[in-house]
């Protein structure tokens, strides 16, 4: 199974934009899904993950009050909604799905992976 990102693009300092992933197997379920990140020549790095229930959402530091995310589970999509973007947000956005509960922030907790989005912030 794999996710399929969109949404991505060229966008300037302050500005906003929504991403969108789903996977591309219809009755694929999963507990957990997130949002990670990786800038060129940096570490792939949290920014957020939500629950199954969508009752329970984490956020690393640095997007955290900017970016929310949320699902739809009849459409079996999240969504990383952002805001007040900044140039460092510039990185390429890597949707994620694991089985389980915890360990929310650790990117080798998940098992299924996206291609990416490329998000670009101009100054």
């Known amino acids: 199974v794999q996710m399929v990102e969109s949404g991505g693009g060229l966008v300037q300092a302050g500005g906003s934009l929504r991403l969108s992933c789903t996977p591309n197997?219809?009755?694929?379920?999963?507990?957990?899904r997130g949002w990670f990140r990786q800038a060129p020549g940096q570490e792939r790095e949290f920014v957020a993950s939500i629950s199954w229930s969508g009752g329970a959402s984490d956020y690393s530091n640095s997007v955290k009050g900017r970016f929310t995310i949320s699902r739809d589970n009849a459409k079996n999509t999240i969504y990383l909604q952002m805001t007040s973007l900044k140039p460092d947000d510039t990185a390429v956005y890597y949707c994620?799905?694991?089985?389980?509960?915890?360990?929310?922030?650790?990117?080798?907790?998940?098992?299924?992976w996206g291609q990416g989005t490329l998000v670009t912030v101009s100054s």
């Open positions: 994620a799905a694991k089985t389980g509960v915890g360990r929310v922030k650790d990117l080798n907790e998940y098992d299924h």
């Open positions: 197997e219809r009755t694929f379920k999963t507990y957990t």
